[in-house]
């Protein structure tokens, strides 16, 4: 990374992450996905607060993070909402597959 980029590659993945963080809260992540949704809150301030101390290369791992959950939430929530559990569902695919259960 070029000096001084660093702080724009912070901004943009900060960026991103309030934004799915934001979408996960509409959704109801706190009660339907509460591990997910906090961890990438925390992972979030977290990320703030390395970039007020301008590491900003460690700011932004923690903004990629705190997208990575925020996604998981609402991934998480979907699939709730959509009456399907994906580990059930990849669990029966498993079960075809193989003949037994895993």
């Given at each position: ?53 301008a ?41 075809e ?6």
């Open positions: 990374m070029l000096p001084g980029c660093g702080s724009v590659y912070y901004a943009i993945n900060v960026n991103a992450a309030e934004a799915k963080l934001e979408q996960a809260r509409e959704m109801g992540a706190e009660k339907a996905a509460p591990y997910e949704y906090y961890y990438a809150k925390e992972h979030l301030h977290e990320a703030r607060v390395h970039a007020s101390e590491s900003y290369g460690d700011a932004a791992n923690m903004a990629e993070t705190a997208e990575t959950y925020a996604q998981k939430a609402i991934d998480k929530v979907s699939s709730t909402k959509r009456g399907t559990d994906e580990p059930d569902r990849d669990k029966e695919k498993d079960k597959e193989s003949g037994w259960e895993k």
